[in-house]
């Protein structure tokens, strides 16, 4: 399995465990897109986990994870749950910093709303930066 991959999954399993533990109900957490018969009637609140871009040289990788969010209501109350999702997550990422002893968050962050939306449906996105373990080289000229 790949790295991007794994930190993926690391996250998806982090969020499933640590939300869990909260008060509120926990939230589908998917990899990449909602699920093709969720697009006609989607499952709301939800997290999509998705890989955005990555750099690096021989010494440091890093990759920016995107998180995006989503919510459903006739009111304003769609606005307030998103928010409280987005930020309950940022905290449990903050707090935590480093996945299976191999994946460490940067400190910085960055969120925002989308700014169209259909009607009833309010979404967000949190961008996350990740650093990746370093690659060893194997064969030496």
């Known amino acids: 399995m790949m790295t991007i991959t794994m930190l993926i999954m690391a996250i998806q399993?982090?969020?499933?465990?640590?939300?869990?533990?909260?008060t509120q109900p926990v939230p589908p957490v998917l990899l990449g897109y909602l699920l093709p018969d969720a697009?006609?009637?989607?499952?709301?609140?939800v997290i999509m986990i998705r890989p955005a871009e990555g750099e690096g040289d021989s010494v440091r990788g890093q990759i920016q994870i995107k998180l995006h969010f989503g919510t459903s209501s006739e009111d304003d109350t769609g606005l307030i749950v998103l928010?409280?999702?987005?930020e309950r997550v940022r905290i449990l990422l903050l707090r935590q910093r480093v996945l299976e002893q191999k994946f460490s968050l940067d400190a910085s962050w960055t969120w925002k709303l989308d700014e169209e939306h259909p009607?009833?449906?309010w979404r967000g996105e949190l961008t996350t930066t990740w650093a990746l373990p370093q690659i060893r080289?194997?064969?030496?000229?």
Request: glycine share 0%.
């Open 13 to 22: 399993n982090f969020l499933k465990k640590e939300l869990a533990d909260d």
């Open 39 to 45: 697009s006609v009637n989607p499952v709301y609140p």
């Open 83 to 86: 928010l409280n999702l987005m």
């Open 119 to 121: 009607s009833a449906i």
């Open 137 to 141: 080289q194997e064969v030496v000229l």
